[in-house]
């Protein structure tokens, strides 16, 4: 799935039966697997490759979030 800054994505949170949904702010991938460590901001990102990574989002009321890749169910 090809996910871009600006998209809206529904996120699981693994512990609530509704997901919560948002509007992605920034993508974060890590070229070595390690979170925190050698990340890189991008633009767009296609969940297919595999990186580690995560996204940041804001929610309709303005709350925001941050999720990993394998959280994100579905782009909106």
Request: hydrophobic share 30%.
């Given at each position: 799935?090809?996910?871009?800054?600006?998209?809206?994505?529904?996120?699981?949170?693994?512990?609530?039966?509704?997901?919560?949904?948002?509007?992605?702010?920034?993508?974060?991938?890590?070229?070595?697997?390690?979170?925190?460590?050698?990340?890189?901001?991008?633009?767009?990102?296609?969940?297919?490759?595999?990186?580690?990574?995560?996204?940041?989002?804001?929610?309709?009321?303005?709350?925001?979030?941050w999720a990993y890749f394998?959280?994100?169910?579905?782009?909106?």
């Amino acid at each position: 799935m090809l996910i871009k800054v600006g998209d809206n994505v529904s996120v699981n949170l693994r512990r609530k039966i509704l997901p919560r949904e948002g509007k992605i702010t920034g993508i974060q991938i890590s070229s070595t697997g390690e979170f925190g460590l050698n990340e890189y901001q991008v633009g767009e990102y296609n969940t297919d490759c595999k990186y580690t990574g995560s996204i940041d989002y804001e929610t309709e009321n303005g709350d925001q979030y941050w999720a990993y890749f394998s959280q994100i169910e579905k782009e909106i």
